[in-house]
């Protein structure tokens, strides 16, 4: 707050400040995350792996039954021969934007 002499001007700016608080809305606890990322570099991974972190506490708990918010394939490579695998958590979404036969490749921009 700015301090000065006039008593009439510190009364003003504090009314000022408390009106301004009161009017802020009231937070709910949520927040928003933005996530920003070309198509394919993981963005939907991480917010399923997010969410599984939060809600288990163990991996093996995770591993029997996932949450999959956000249904993603990717591939995986092993071994030394580097054989490719593909990795699908396809969860319960039937509105998902996910082209699993063209991994990478974005399918909300057109």
């Known amino acids: 707050l700015l301090r000065t002499s006039d008593e009439k001007h510190n009364i003003d700016v504090q009314q000022s400040v408390t009106k ?18 070309e198509s394919g570099v993981g963005k939907s991974t991480f917010i399923n792996a997010f969410v599984n972190y939060l809600k288990f506490d163990k991996l093996k708990a995770a591993e029997k039954n996932p949450i999959v918010l956000i249904p993603v394939s990717f591939i995986m490579t092993t071994d030394d021969n580097f054989t490719e695998h593909v990795v699908k958590f396809e969860g319960n979404d039937t509105l998902s934007n996910e082209d699993h036969d063209n991994l990478g490749h974005s399918v909300t921009q057109h």
């Open 20 to 37: 301004l608080s009161s009017a802020r809305p009231k937070s709910d606890g949520s927040i928003n995350i933005l996530l920003l990322g």
